[in-house]
């Protein structure tokens, strides 16, 4: 039977943080809990950094040191072996986005394929994550998405992202690393589902490596996961499926209305956590088939986890199931799922200061935005305080 109070113990949740640790996540999260002062102060930190301010000291040691591992790879080793006392193993995830140019893209493979080396000597990190318009241009995945035809040049491209996509799974199977990669804007995530499908036919034949990412708040996704499961059954590979709720949700509505077309997002909250625990409920019972990386900070879909686990006699340290999330987020969820003996990841970001901020920024737009979600971290940062007080 799963204890319902699991996620109240905030001495297990917190054990790694010290007072002060403490003091500032309880002030960050005081602050993020006002959508004023985040706009405020997104603008200003913004208007520093083009300036050439000198705020990198200030980030570094307030909102980036609580929500990311360092920048570079070397940076996160004593974050990354913090975790891993607790049982919590690290998922480096290179945050710099918005890049346009094939030395960039080329960069970011190199990058990654330097974090699946990394990987291999460390038990703590067994996962690798990387954003398809990392690897290349987003344009290229719309117009494949809406069944345009390429020039000549853009074929020429677009088989250079496939090439940098082989390259990462080759060696993410060579070295037995899992290779998690993001979902993003529904007008061109087609394109990147059918790239990774591919992915998985090759490298996912024997074990899940190469796991796509399910967007549960898209009303579709369901039957798109079944469908899969199907073709992987008569073609002989294994599915592999991060599931989240989704991180898009404003942009995708504004513009399935100004261009007219059906929103492909569930309309309510409701819908979006129903398609969300559907989804769940339908790997868990075809596990065999099926590997899932459940990425949520709910700690209702968490629950139910665990406890479609027991009813299936799935042990708590089958590979095919890991818990996921953030770091500097839901501690109260990751540590006493890792106490309790599941495999669990933090999502550690990484990058430079200023190259990092644009991620920054959404984590604190998303939590101010998610109803709930900082009153909880504030309401368990409190108890903690309170206790260690007693």
């Not at 960069?107 to 974090?115: M, R």
Request: hydrophobic residues 40%.
């Amino acid at each position: 039977m799963i204890e319902r109070s699991l996620f109240e113990n905030t001495e297990t949740a917190f054990a790694l943080k010290s007072d002060s640790d403490l003091e500032r996540a309880y002030f960050l999260f005081k602050m993020i809990s006002s959508q004023p002062l985040v706009r405020i102060g997104t603008a200003a930190t913004n208007f520093a950094l083009k300036a050439n301010l000198p705020v990198e000291g200030l980030i570094r040691s307030t909102v980036f040191d609580h929500f990311c591992g360092g920048v570079n790879e070397e940076d996160c080793l004593p974050v990354i072996d913090k975790l891993f006392t607790k049982g919590v193993s690290s998922v480096l995830d290179y945050s710099v986005e918005g890049k346009e140019t094939e030395v960039q893209f080329d960069n970011a493979v190199k990058k990654i394929l330097k974090i699946i080396e990394f990987c291999d000597e460390r038990q703590a990190m067994p996962i690798v994550v990387f954003k398809p318009t990392g690897f290349g241009r987003f344009y290229l995945y719309q117009k494949k998405t809406e069944r345009q035809a390429f020039t000549v040049q853009e074929q020429v491209e677009w088989e250079r992202i496939e090439q940098r996509f082989k390259a990462v799974c080759e060696l993410a199977k060579a070295k037995d690393v899992e290779v998690l990669i993001d979902g993003e804007e529904s007008w061109m995530q087609d394109a990147a589902d059918e790239l990774c499908e591919k992915m998985m036919r090759i490298y996912n034949t024997e074990k899940p490596i190469v796991y796509n990412t399910l967007q549960c708040y898209r009303w579709d996704r369901l039957d798109y996961l079944k469908d899969l499961h199907n073709r992987a059954l008569q073609n002989g590979f294994k599915v592999g499926m991060k599931i989240v709720r989704g991180a898009y949700m404003e942009k995708e509505r504004l513009r399935a209305e100004e261009k007219g077309y059906k929103s492909p997002i569930c309309e309510t909250k409701l819908a979006t956590d129903n398609n969300f625990n559907a989804a769940l409920s339908y790997i868990l019972n075809h596990i065999n088939d099926i590997a899932v990386f459940i990425g949520t900070h709910n700690e209702e879909s968490n629950y139910l986890a665990m406890e479609l686990m027991e009813s299936r006699g799935i042990d708590k340290t089958h590979n095919n199931v890991w818990f996921g999330q953030l770091y500097g987020m839901s501690d109260h969820i990751s540590y006493n799922l890792a106490e309790e003996g599941y495999n669990v990841a933090k999502y550690i970001p990484f990058g430079p200061v200023k190259d990092v901020m644009p991620y920054l920024i959404r984590r604190a737009e998303e939590n101010t935005s998610v109803a709930g979600q900082t009153s909880r971290e504030l309401s368990l940062l409190k108890a903690e305080k309170l206790r260690r007080k007693l």
